[in-house]
């Protein structure tokens, strides 16, 4: 539709940022295994990923998603000598758990840390697709260019008579969805439970865009 004298048109923005407490938390979770012999090595990377496993799936409903990444058994040749020799294998398993219940995670974050050849890499924030916060931003959006649109036609002396089209720009988020935290350990003599970390929650930026078309009546010029 062509804007007219009859019938102008207004083209505006509208904007929405909003913040909340994350849903979700993922950590990741690398584990290690080194030996000379390659199938040792497979067998002790197999037995530490059964107890970990295990450990994990203790927390139950508080763990949504657990899945296995890569694994890779490497071995390492030896820099000097005649020809090239295998000096030991080294073996790296990848997994990933997604928790929402945050108290839970800072326990389970700890235990997996106080593991033998185990690297935590985590946690990350997030929401899930289906928060209502995203659909809470998007109507914030909306009724901001309602908004605008109808102060800009007040400022003319007229009013808002339909809207053309509405579309959704999906802006960039301007701050990151988490933090990670590293860490790494081998093991440790003391058997005591380790105390169990206390995470605080990054709260989760959610921006929603629109511009929006509208026709008004002729305003008094």
Do not use: C
């Amino acid at each position: 539709m062509t804007p007219t004298p009859d019938a102008p048109h207004i083209t505006v923005r509208g904007e929405a940022h909003l913040e909340t407490e994350p849903e979700l938390a993922r950590i990741g979770i690398t584990l290690t295994a080194r030996g000379t012999d390659r199938r040792a090595t497979l067998a002790d990377l197999t037995r530490r990923n059964a107890t970990t496993l295990d450990l994990v799936k203790t927390y139950g409903d508080a763990v949504e998603h657990l899945e296995t990444g890569a694994l890779t058994i490497t071995p390492e040749l030896t820099r000097h000598g005649r020809g090239e020799r295998v000096r030991a294998h080294h073996g790296h398993l990848h997994l990933t758990a997604e928790l929402n219940d945050f108290t839970a995670l800072g326990e389970l974050t700890t235990r997996l840390a106080d593991l033998d050849l185990t690297r935590i890499d985590g946690p990350w924030w997030t929401l899930r697709p289906t928060s209502p916060a995203h659909k809470q931003a998007r109507q914030q959006a909306v009724h901001d260019a309602v908004q605008r649109a109808r102060e800009y036609a007040e400022a003319l002396g007229t009013t808002l008579t339909a809207l053309l089209d509405l579309t959704d720009t999906e802006p960039e988020p301007a701050h990151p969805l988490g933090r990670a935290m590293r860490t790494m350990t081998y093991g440790a003599e003391n058997t005591d439970e380790p105390a169990t970390l206390d995470l605080e929650p990054q709260r989760q930026h959610l921006y929603a865009q629109v511009t929006a078309r509208f026709t008004m009546a002729p305003p008094n010029m």
